[in-house]
């Protein structure tokens, strides 16, 4: 039972690498309108479910009671950066809790950004949690535990209010059963669950209508989409895909990366949600590939697929500028 | 024709990524000892090789001319960290055959390693050639063009004296023929041939014991084998994969990595020559195949199975320092 090849890296005329993996589009009520590999093998979403476990935060009145504004949305849905506007806003969105950044439970690390870490290192600084890609989310974790009349501390641990409420919404929302001996530690300390791509792919395609869920949530799902088509920024950061890809189709395509070569999107005007995974973790990967399917099904003129060419296919360039060789999905 | 799993990632009770690939161990006189996967599917060896295109800088009586130490030979054949040792090694040598760091043309890049970028960006500095990884090959290409009496400008062009060499050098060593229809361009802008991995793995057993070779190619082989086992840190850099396994095992093995998930390898007590590379290019894979292989055939006491324990099986932590899980091959 072998996965096909998801995208393929060339150097002069030769394929170089290969990266195999599965991929499901699915409509709102489950139906498929296009699977290639194996999307029932239960797969870590990683990141790439953080809008769905951003739910219980606005379901709950959390970000409303806070006055959360629509780029902490964004920022509470993302893996950023860490670039000094999602630092500060991460601090914000804390500070209205009347929390500090003491209380993130998701360790530090530097930005992923290359200009913002040296940046950081020249002004002789260390990095903080703050600079966490994770750091939005988890300052809507802790919104969430405040607005709950919760203790934010621990709020990471699978038996917390906080992460009983995500695991909540995740699994009504994907209709696949959550369990315990499928769970991992994500990167930034919070649960993981094992679940198939199929049931991301739904959840994805409900989260992009509203279909199947009840109005408050339905209203939350719509409001996290408008918060990210408009703070694409937000969503992940300088030159990064989600960023480009919104930025270029604004709230025709929500698109969220996450560790290990996960992919999770939705594209509402045509009621489907995708999923897809590299088994090897490549994230060069399943972004060509998540690029690759959304130009197959969403229609385009013919200047946004001009604009959108680099997101389905990628230059890869040396030390010296020069060209040597792509990132594309093999059919490309 | 599908390549077997090299390596896999685990988190929690889960695998959550997969990495494919080939490998093959032959001895000195091209029997095949072990072979898993394509090892005929034509990959291109990248860094992986750099000890055999060094075999000229020693044959042609440069590094004798100009006085090269043993870290010199060995940082020749590195793929290097960029740390302030690496620059200036690089830098001494260039200057030994009268030239700069401007005559180096792998292009700039921030150090691999982060305290040594750090280090650099606090000090207000940008990076120079010197840092690219490469720098050291690059350094030992001028030494070579300097001594055969040929401009340096230019050396890393196919058509240079030096590339000649090179090529020349790498097609006898393998035997197997560096066609330009099958050249890529290298990240430091030298050509990369693709050649099967089986002809790798007899490259670097003839390069491991000197079989087939004549008397001068011998000794350069030996000296490059013994400046590595004695200098380590130059082949890679602090925590690396190449420097803490050749730092543990000396002379019994040589091993250097290459970009996109390539690995050759020479066990001399045993007259073994390695080569695998991943599919996917991921170096985390191919690191782990490789220990799992030198584990399989290097006999080894207890203690120094202990401590080769890490080199083939890495721990996973996130950013709490959390262990969530492995990488390991699928036997181990």
């Given at each position: 039972?072998?996965?096909?090849?998801?995208?393929?890296?060339?150097?002069?005329?030769?394929?170089?690498?290969?990266?195999?993996?599965?991929?499901?589009?699915v409509d709102a009520d489950g139906a498929v309108v296009f699977a290639t590999g194996d999307i029932e093998r239960p797969v870590f979403p990683r990141s790439a479910v953080k809008a769905l476990q951003a739910l219980p935060l606005l379901e709950s009145g959390a970000a409303d009671?806070?006055?959360?504004?629509?780029?902490?949305i964004a920022l509470a849905v993302s893996s950023h950066?860490?670039?000094?506007?999602?630092?500060?806003?991460?601090?914000?969105?804390?500070?209205?809790?009347?929390?500090?950044?003491?209380?993130?439970?998701?360790?530090?690390?530097?930005p992923s950004n290359e200009a913002a870490a040296r940046a950081l290192a020249r002004s002789g600084a260390e990095?903080?949690?703050?600079?966490?890609?994770?750091?939005?989310?988890?300052?809507?974790?802790v919104c969430l535990s405040c607005a709950l009349d919760e203790d934010p501390a621990g709020y990471v641990k699978a038996g917390h209010p906080v992460q009983q409420a995500v695991r909540g919404a995740l699994e009504t929302v994907t209709g696949a059963a959550h369990a315990a001996e499928r769970m991992g530690t994500d990167g930034c300390s919070i649960p993981t669950y094992a679940v198939p791509l199929s049931a991301l792919a739904l959840g994805f395609a409900r989260f992009g209508t509203g279909r199947g869920f009840g109005p408050e949530r339905a209203k939350a799902a719509a409001r996290i989409r408008a918060a990210a088509?408009?703070?694409?920024?937000?969503?992940?950061?300088?030159?990064r895909f989600d960023t480009r890809l919104m930025g270029l189709l604004g709230a025709r395509a929500f698109t969220k990366t996450g560790a290990e070569g996960v992919y999770c999107a939705a594209l509402?005007?045509?009621?489907?949600?995708?999923?897809?995974?590299?088994?090897?973790?490549?994230?060069?990967?399943?972004e060509v590939a998540l690029g690759a399917l959304i130009a197959r099904f969403l229609p385009m003129d013919e200047a946004t697929q001009?604009?959108?060419?680099?997101?389905?296919?990628?230059?890869?360039?040396?030390?010296?500028?020069i060209e040597v060789g792509r990132v594309r999905a093999p059919q490309d």
């Open positions: 039972m072998e996965n096909p090849v998801l995208a393929e890296v060339t150097r002069g005329n030769v394929v170089e690498s290969r990266h195999r993996g599965a991929a499901i589009v009671r806070y006055g959360l504004t629509e780029a902490e950066s860490g670039e000094p506007l999602h630092a500060e806003t991460s601090l914000a969105m804390l500070r209205k809790a009347g929390r500090e950044a003491a209380c993130l439970e998701c360790g530090a690390h530097w990095p903080s949690a703050l600079n966490n890609n994770c750091s939005g989310k988890h300052a809507g974790f088509a408009a703070h694409p920024f937000m969503v992940a950061g300088t030159g509402p005007e045509l009621g489907y949600g995708i999923a897809l995974k590299c088994d090897d973790g490549a994230g060069r990967a399943s001009a604009a959108f060419a680099p997101l389905r296919q990628a230059v890869l360039k040396n030390w010296n500028g």
